[in-house]
């Protein structure tokens, strides 16, 4: 009866494999969602472990995406997101509510919003939670009317004496917001937290204008009645639709988290804006003025495809919201699956939610930080030491002691010297093209080195995660920072890319710092203390549970010292039982 089974399961997975190929929707990363009828309501009902994750957000099963309108209210953390609870591909999508005292252990709440009138009826998609004057919680959210235009909607807690806000209200004058004859309302969406700057309450909504991404702004003096203003807040050409904006403040004097709302002379803001065209978040940085109502971007950094981004790997539709309670401003972000469409369907879920992060204003002025917030240290646990550890070229350290499946580790490395980087190429303007072309085991002057995560006994399997040193004309050195997917499984299906990017670090002081979060299928990671992070996806064959290994290497020219190295096996919190 075993035999028989197990005989029909790998009928049923090739049989859904073949339908995707013929019909040619075998995924990777994709410009949109694609859109599978016949898999949108199958439920499934074997969900395999193998690669969840043990300490990121995810539901027992089926698919989500965006996370939406995560806030603070009365003792909790609430974070909604879009979720199929039929199936494990996108469809029959309603608002998932789940509920936290520390953003690392989680409750599960029955949906918050679900299709249910004319102004939503076809869909439940994206948007943010405002808080209003007295404490009182409001969501922003993108529905899909009758016709399926995308207009925008409000919904009120039931209770405001409940702080889990398990019931919602749609009121009946909505939708508050509807696309007027010069927008596309197919691409018209994911409304922002609102602001309340010169009298009046403001959010975005953003889309197209041919190829001109928009971010359209609307003003209201009492959160019902809008107005589009003449022009929108900021737009770029060549940069296709525009989607789950964000905008918010940031302190020039530290790491103190701003209310969005917040104005004056000591604050910069962050607009960010997720591509639909390449599925990655970037995000510029400059001057609101609340006057005008125009946002200007620094010329520090490209406004658009080669600009900054929150995450250089696996990471779109993310979302920020002010942690009152700690007065910080936290970064949450959706992290898709690489594999095929058809091991979603197999497996039984897809999409998880990135470990929160903190998020500041470096002290040049120029970009973003993050860092992983402090509670997740709550789940370390069997501390392992290794201190001036010399790996010379060649080198591999295998860190034992640890659940290397399960792990969170941090790094500093020390450079003898930078007299041996290699000389920079002017031209090397692309970080992933660079990775593709120097991976781990191309030999260098001053690297690469760095961990091997998710690695098997024998090194077939391994994910990479590295840096390399260049002197460019200048005489400035350049840091190329990689998560490189493409050794970390035997299985040839999932999408395996050579993620990177530059890190803009001074090395004055001869060190690199590193820290991974390491969990089954993602590899999370931070270089210099959060200048730059990547977010890999990967689905390894051999390296699973007990079988799965950590090690650091060097196969630069140069030795390099493991001045310290910390690894702590990680506990697994309650997670939406």
Avoid at 76 to 98: D, E, M, R, T
Avoid at 348 to 360: D, K, M, N
Wanted: contains cysteine.
């Amino acid at each position: 009866m075993k035999m028989e089974l197990q005989k029909l399961l790998i009928f049923s997975y090739c049989s859904i494999c073949l339908l995707l190929c013929i019909n040619g929707i075998i995924n990777g990363v994709e410009a949109s969602h694609k859109i599978y009828p016949e898999f949108q309501s199958l439920e499934a009902t074997n969900v395999k472990q193998v690669h969840r994750t043990g300490f990121h957000f995810q539901p027992p099963k089926h698919w989500i995406n965006d996370p939406n309108g995560p806030m603070y209210y009365k003792g909790f953390y609430h974070l909604f997101y879009q979720y199929n609870p039929k199936g494990a591909v996108w469809g029959n999508i309603v608002w998932a509510h789940s509920v936290s005292k520390d953003m690392i252990n989680w409750e599960a709440l029955e949906p918050a919003i679900y299709p249910s009138k004319p102004f939503d009826i076809q869909g439940t998609w994206s948007g943010s939670a405002t808080m209003l004057p007295g404490e009182k919680p409001v969501i922003l959210y993108t529905g899909l009317d009758p016709s399926k235009r995308q207009v925008q909607n409000v919904a009120f807690p039931a209770n405001l004496s409940d702080p889990y806000l398990r019931v919602w209200v749609k009121p009946d004058y909505n939708p508050i917001v509807v696309p007027s004859p010069d927008i596309n309302a197919s691409f018209f969406r994911d409304p922002t937290t609102a602001w309340w700057a010169n009298g009046h309450w403001h959010f975005l909504v953003t889309g197209k204008r041919k190829d001109k991404g928009m971010a359209y702004l609307y003003r209201s003096k009492d959160f019902r009645k809008w107005i589009k203003a003449e022009h929108p807040l900021h737009s770029a050409p060549n940069t296709k639709n525009w989607e789950c904006p964000d905008f918010y403040p940031v302190s020039t004097n530290g790491q103190t988290g701003l209310d969005t709302s917040v104005m004056g002379r000591n604050v910069k803001h962050v607009l960010k804006i997720s591509l639909d065209v390449t599925r990655y978040d970037y995000y510029t940085i400059g001057r609101y003025d609340p006057v005008k109502d125009i946002y200007v971007p620094d010329n520090t950094s490209a406004d658009g495809w080669n600009g900054l981004r929150y995450d250089y790997g696996n990471f779109y539709a993310s979302k920020t919201f002010f942690d009152s309670r700690k007065n910080r401003r936290i970064l949450l972000g959706w992290s898709n699956e690489s594999d095929t469409t058809a091991e979603d369907i197999a497996k039984g879920w897809a999409g998880i939610q990135i470990i929160p992060r903190s998020l500041w204003l470096d002290r040049n002025g120029r970009q973003l930080m993050q860092w992983p917030i402090q509670e997740l240290e709550s789940l370390r646990n069997n501390k392992v030491l290794l201190t001036k550890q010399a790996l010379k070229t060649g080198k591999y350290v295998e860190i034992k002691g640890i659940t290397a499946a399960q792990v969170d580790v941090e790094v500093t490395f020390s450079l003898p010297s930078l007299d041996k980087a290699e000389p920079f190429d002017p031209s090397w303007t692309n970080a992933q093209d660079l990775c593709g072309q120097k991976g781990s085991t191309v030999k260098g002057g001053l690297g690469p080195f760095g961990l091997l995560t998710l690695a098997s006994k024998n090194l077939e399997e391994r994910t990479p995660v590295f840096f390399r040193v260049f002197k460019a004309q200048n005489k400035k050195h350049v840091v190329l920072f990689c998560s490189d997917a493409r050794s970390s499984s035997l299985n040839q299906g999932p999408w395996k890319p050579s993620f990177a990017g530059f890190v803009d670090v001074d090395l004055s002081d001869k060190k690199l710092s590193l820290r991974s979060l390491i969990d089954h299928s993602i590899v999370e990671s931070f270089a210099a203390g959060g200048k730059t992070v990547i977010t890999s996806r990967v689905y390894p064959t051999l390296a699973i549970m007990g079988d799965a290994h950590l090690y650091a290497f060097n196969n630069g020219s140069e030795t390099i010292t493991i001045q310290q190295l910390t690894a702590w096996s990680m506990k697994t919190p309650m997670m939406n039982n």
